[in-house]
Structures are given as structure tokens and as C-alpha cells.
């Protein structure tokens, strides 16, 4: 029987390239997303992550198919930029429903499925941008953080099973994210560095690496036998030399790295 693959956010993007590769080398693989995306090579279940009941409604549609779940990979996401000073309560709660409360709501359909045989693998999708605070990215900065923490929180509360959890936190993905963010209403004080530091956002998103090359990482995570670390990197070099200066560093040295690279 192949392995089966749950992936959250397949419309596009990480999610989609991820969805393709693990079809093509036979795992079972059911995409979660809003929408079909009409290059899809898996099975994808219309699905808002954020509703409860559509959550619920996916996984009895994949037992239907399948008894196991071997990997879940909780890649839907969405970005948010914007001063602190400008974010509506409204934005902020619809940022961390789909970053934080979505995700989890995934993890609690699939543990039951993973504890009956007492073995699986959950991924959750984070970022780089989680270890710090980012200019104009702090909501999301945060969203992320709070991923990491609730993974290693997990982590402690499945000790004595076969079931591991990580997140991979990533650098600049090419993805279309900046058609997907929310954007706050920029007041008149940022308006001006905002434009500054949101060209070099987008200046690095385009850099970035293709998405397909996450796949053999994952891959490879996914059949390590050896104990996972709670948290895997993955993206440029340069990034990852910033989550070792935000280690070393004094805080006001890192903070002055990080503005001469945002660009304020």
C-alpha cells in the first residue's frame, strides 16, 4: 500500500509543486485547498481549513479511500504587511485563524488516524521570518512564531509514540503570496519607507528558490529514521547566516543588519 501524503494549501505555490512531486513518485497524495488548481496531479478535496466541518468532512473522505496518514504537511498560509500602528483586530485574527488555528485543526483530524497504528510524521510550514521581527512583517513574523512554539509544545505531548512533528522554516520561496496578503492601510507617518521596504520584500520573493527544490528535502526528512530536531531551515545561505547573527549578535547590531536589509 503507498504512503499517503496530506498537504494543506495545494492551489499553488509550495503546496502545489509538492503536491506533483510526491504524486509522480507514487506516495497517495490528497491536496487541501479552496481551490482545484487545473494542473494538479493528485486527488485535491475543496476544502476551507478555516471551517471546522470542512476539515472534518476532507479526512472522512480520505479514510474512505485510505486507513493511514503517514505525512501531513501543513503548508496553507497567507501573508501580512503593514505597520504595526495600521493593523485592524479584524486583519490580525484573520491572519492567525488561517497561520495558527487552521493548521492545528488539521493536526487534530489527523492524530487520531496516525495514534491507531502509533506512527506518522506532521510538517508544519513555517519561516525564517518567525526567529525575528521583521519591518512591515511583524503580525506575520509573529503568526509563524507561534506555529514553532505550538509544534514544540507538541513535540513534549507526544513523547512515547512513534509520531514526530517539525517545522521547516523557510527563506524566499517564488510563490505569488504577494497577491494573497493582507495589507493593511498605510497612515501617512510609513507611507513613504513602507514603499521602500515593500519593493525589496517583493525584490526577494522573485530571488527566491523554486519550490520544487523543497520537495527531495522533505523527502529525505520524511524517511529519516533518526529522531527529528523541532525545527529544519531551508532557503538561501545569506538567510540562514541571519538566524546565526540574530544568535550572536547584540540585539541592536541585529537590528541594524536587519534595517539595511529591508531597506529603511
Same mark, same amino acid.
Request: proline letters at 2%; aromatic letters at 6%; hydrophobic letters at 40%.
Given at each position: 500500500m503507498p504512503k499517503t501524503i496530506v498537504i494543506t494549501g495545494t492551489s499553488s505555490?509550495?503546496? /502545489? =509543486?509538492?503536491? !506533483?512531486?510526491?504524486?509522480?513518485?507514487?506516495? /497517495?497524495?490528497?491536496?487541501?485547498?479552496?481551490?482545484? %488548481?487545473? +494542473? =494538479?496531479?493528485f486527488k485535491t478535496i475543496p476544502t476551507d481549513i478555516t471551517?471546522?466541518?470542512? @476539515?472534518?468532512?476532507?479526512?472522512?473522505?480520505?479514510?474512505?479511500?485510505?486507513?493511514?496518514?503517514?505525512?501531513?504537511? !501543513? +503548508?496553507?498560509?497567507?501573508?501580512? @504587511?503593514?505597520?504595526?500602528?495600521?493593523?485592524?483586530?479584524? #486583519?490580525?485574527? #484573520?491572519?492567525?485563524?488561517? +497561520? /495558527?488555528?487552521?493548521?492545528?485543526?488539521?493536526?487534530?483530524?489527523?492524530? %487520531? @488516524?496516525?495514534?491507531?497504528? !502509533?506512527?506518522?510524521?506532521?510538517?508544519?510550514?513555517?519561516?525564517?521570518?518567525?526567529?525575528?521581527? /521583521? %519591518?512591515?512583517?511583524?503580525?506575520?513574523?509573529?503568526?509563524?512564531?507561534a506555529l514553532d512554539k505550538v509544534t514544540e509544545a507538541l513535540r513534549h505531548e507526544l513523547k512515547g509514540t512513534n509520531i514526530e512533528a517539525c517545522t521547516v522554516n523557510l527563506g524566499d520561496v517564488q510563490t505569488n503570496i504577494a497577491e494573497n496578503r493582507i495589507k493593511s492601510k498605510i497612515s501617512p507617518p510609513y507611507a513613504e519607507i513602507f514603499e521602500k521596504v515593500y519593493g525589496e520584500m517583493n525584490s526577494d520573493v522573485d530571488k527566491g528558490f523554486d519550490p520544487i527544490e523543497l520537495a527531495p528535502f522533505l523527502e529525505k526528512l520524511f524517511l529519516q529514521q533518526a529522531k527529528w530536531k523541532p525545527h529544519y531551515y531551508f532557503g538561501a545561505s545569506t538567510q540562514k547566516l541571519s538566524l546565526l547573527a540574530k544568535a550572536l549578535l547584540p540585539q541592536k547590531w541585529f537590528e541594524k543588519i536587519i534595517e539595511k536589509y529591508s531597506g529603511i
Open positions: 505555490g509550495v503546496g /502545489l =509543486a509538492l503536491g !506533483n512531486e510526491f504524486h509522480q513518485k507514487d506516495y /497517495l497524495v490528497f491536496g487541501l485547498s479552496r481551490s482545484v %488548481p487545473q +494542473n =494538479a496531479q471551517q471546522k466541518q470542512e @476539515v472534518k468532512n476532507a479526512f472522512a473522505q480520505i479514510l474512505k479511500e485510505t486507513e493511514r496518514i503517514d505525512l501531513l504537511i !501543513n +503548508n496553507a498560509g497567507r501573508g501580512m @504587511v503593514g505597520a504595526i500602528e495600521d493593523a485592524s483586530q479584524e #486583519e490580525i485574527l #484573520e491572519l492567525f485563524n488561517i +497561520n /495558527l488555528a487552521a493548521a492545528v485543526s488539521v493536526i487534530s483530524e489527523t492524530l %487520531p @488516524v496516525m495514534r491507531k497504528r !502509533n506512527k506518522g510524521k506532521i510538517i508544519n510550514i513555517s519561516s525564517m521570518g518567525s526567529i525575528m521581527g /521583521l %519591518p512591515f512583517r511583524g503580525f506575520y513574523s509573529a503568526s509563524k512564531s
